[in-house]
């Protein structure tokens, strides 16, 4: 067992409204995204059968969550209004909901407002906010009221300007520094189960990208879960000459590469793929003399 292995304790529950979810081993969130502009797969899943059929592949194929987002968070995308946001997420989750009852659902959204209405009318278990509660004062004392577990992720900006001259003193401590206020004020406000995220792309440069990457294991001193969200991204594509389609083994590498730096959560477009890296990284991990 390598240093990195032992070098923090980090939490390894959280609970999801009654359901325990252990991540002694790595767990992977499925993206759903019912947007029609997100940089992968935007305007993919418009239609019933195409949410329906996209969430029955998640499931199929592994995963332990279904994210799904109805606000485009790429670099320059439009803001859409609230209540075009709720309209999506209700279209996906009613028949989400229809068909598997019992899936572990979370909704990408930094709204408070959506985030409240989602859980009380669709059991969402639990809430990924880009913005850490930035984009809205109410997100964390509404999920300390709700007792969700709160994904909470760094960006440095909106994704309407994120990507303009993204600067840092020293990125790593300067986002030490930004979740160690995050999480004392969640907690604060009666959150326990928190999961953060670097937010690989969000206002950082290439090399924050890979820097971060490299000291990921450094978050573990956070006592959180560590979520990735490294699928299929610019980091990877940009760094290759070659496009999103063309980035699944990047995104393999780089997905063997968090775990090993103690990523518990991977956030992935392809979920297959991802539950064999993390099969063949748990056998590397666990393997003895």
Do not use: W
């Not at 007792?147 to 401590?173: A, L």
């Not at 326990?192 to 450094?218: M, W």
Request: proline share 3%; hydrophobic share 40%.
């Amino acid at each position: 067992m390598s240093s990195k292995d032992t070098l923090f304790s980090t939490k390894q529950t959280i609970n999801c409204r009654g359901r325990v979810v252990d991540f002694s081993k790595p767990r992977i969130m499925g993206i759903l995204n019912v947007t029609p502009d997100s940089f992968y797969d935007g305007g993919r899943y418009q239609t019933e059968q195409e949410i329906l059929k996209r969430a029955e592949a998640i499931l199929n194929e592994g995963a332990d969550i279904i994210d799904v987002g109805a606000y485009s968070s790429r670099p320059g995308a439009v803001d859409i209004t609230a209540e075009r946001e709720k309209e999506r997420l209700v279209l996906a989750f009613s028949i989400i909901r229809k068909v598997f009852p019992d899936a572990l659902l979370s909704v990408d959204t930094f709204r408070a407002g959506i985030a409240e209405f989602m859980v009380n009318e669709f059991g969402v278990s639990m809430i990924n906010d880009i913005s850490a509660g930035m984009m809205d004062d109410h997100m964390l004392v509404t999920l300390g009221r709700l007792k969700v577990p709160y994904i909470m992720m760094h960006m440095q900006g909106t994704p309407q300007n994120m990507q303009k001259y993204p600067r840092y003193d020293d990125v790593t401590r300067d986002l030490l520094a930004f979740f160690t206020q995050r999480i004392a004020l969640a907690r604060e406000a009666g959150i326990e189960d928190i999961i953060i995220d670097p937010g690989f792309g969000f206002g950082k440069t290439q090399d924050h990208n890979f820097l971060l990457l490299r000291e990921l294991d450094l978050f573990g001193m956070l006592d959180c879960v560590i979520m990735v969200g490294l699928s299929r991204k610019s980091m990877i594509y940009k760094s290759l000459n070659i496009t999103s389609d063309q980035a699944l083994n990047g995104t393999t590498v780089l997905h063997t590469l968090a775990l090993q730096n103690g990523a518990k959560l991977l956030r992935v477009h392809d979920v297959k793929e991802a539950l064999e890296t993390v099969r063949l990284f748990t056998l590397y991990r666990n393997a003895s003399a």
